[in-house]
């Protein structure tokens, strides 16, 4: 079954970005696009029947002139629209788990808005099973031109990161762009040295060569399945979100992981993707892996 790409659409200048971005997406991926929005009356809204009509006359139509805004620009491209009372964060939830991909507004620099206020988008991609790309305001066509590359962040053995990797490559793929590989590192504590590690260390010729050759190693795979991605690796001593955002500050996307694993207080995002999403200036797409 082949899956949609689905952009949320609260109204928000960054949701009308992601919808836009997310119809560029899915014309490259051949794919449907599902525009949804989801609805809540307030409390002390009354809740009477032809108020929850009203309500839901009012959402549909500015949804439906979304989606026929962009099927004008991208008349190949097939756009279905779904309006949904109910919960934001469990529609979004559901939505991510039937999509190729999620696609959402985001406004950085420590405000997330629209669908991503308070606590709803963390949540949604803390339990998304799916990518979820974000999105800001100032997100335009043209920043996908120009030779700019797309940035994926590499962590842990070629296992654990295929799953970010894979889309960074499909992504640099679908718009014929290149892929920069990031492996950041520091050096570990004293007692974290074990005679295994030193020996690998040793053999390796130090820190710096072990992370080349283990960054490498993880790309190997996806630079054989797409010989035609240029890709250039790159390696720096430093905290992970703040190498991926200097060498990202011209990238079209930069994909981060996210650990799918739960934790004793629940799913969590990250402190990477945490942090790239709220000072990245092009989408941030935020990729699960064991």
């Known amino acids: 079954m082949t899956r949609p790409i689905t952009a ?3 109204g928000t200048p960054e ?19 599902r525009v949804l929005h989801a609805w809540q009356l307030v409390p002390d809204q009354a809740f009477g029947a032809a108020s929850r009509e009203t309500h839901d006359a009012w959402v549909r139509e ?16 097939d ?4 309006v949904i009372e109910g919960s934001t964060t469990h529609t979004l939830a559901e939505a991510a788990a039937e999509s190729e991909l999620l696609v959402l507004g985001s406004r950085g620099h420590g405000v997330l808005v629209g669908f ?24 335009r066509a043209s920043d996908e031109a120009g030779g700019r590359e797309v940035v994926v962040g590499q962590h842990g053995d070629p296992e654990e ?11 640099a793929a679908a718009r014929g ?9 520091s050096l570990p504590p004293l007692f974290a040295y074990s005679p295994g590690s030193l020996k ?19 790309l190997e795979p996806w630079i054989e399945r797409f010989p035609d991605v240029p890709v250039t690796q790159h390696v720096e001593m430093g905290s992970a979100g703040e190498v991926l955002l200097s060498v990202a500050s011209r990238a079209q996307l930069l994909v981060v992981g996210r650990r799918a694993r739960r934790s004793a207080v629940g799913a969590r995002i990250g402190s990477v993707a945490h942090g790239v999403l709220h000072h990245a200036r092009c989408p941030v797409a935020v990729v699960p892996h064991e």
């Open 8 to 10: 949320g659409v609260d």
């Open 15 to 33: 949701s009308h970005a992601a919808l836009d971005w997310a119809a560029r997406e899915s014309v490259r991926r051949n794919l449907t696009l």
């Open 62 to 77: 500015g949804v439906d002139e979304a989606a026929r805004t962009v099927a004008e620009r991208h008349p190949e491209l």
């Open 79 to 82: 756009v279905t629209v779904d």
């Open 116 to 139: 991503l206020l308070g606590s709803v988008g963390q949540h949604v991609i803390a339990e998304s099973t799916r990518p979820v790309v974000l999105v800001r305001a100032e997100d």
């Open 161 to 171: 990161s295929a799953p970010v990797l894979r889309f960074a490559f499909e992504a």
């Open 177 to 185: 762009a290149s892929v920069r590989a990031v492996r950041a590192w």
């Open 200 to 218: 690998l260390l040793d053999e390796a010729g130090g820190m710096e060569p072990y992370e080349k050759n283990a960054l490498a190693a993880a």
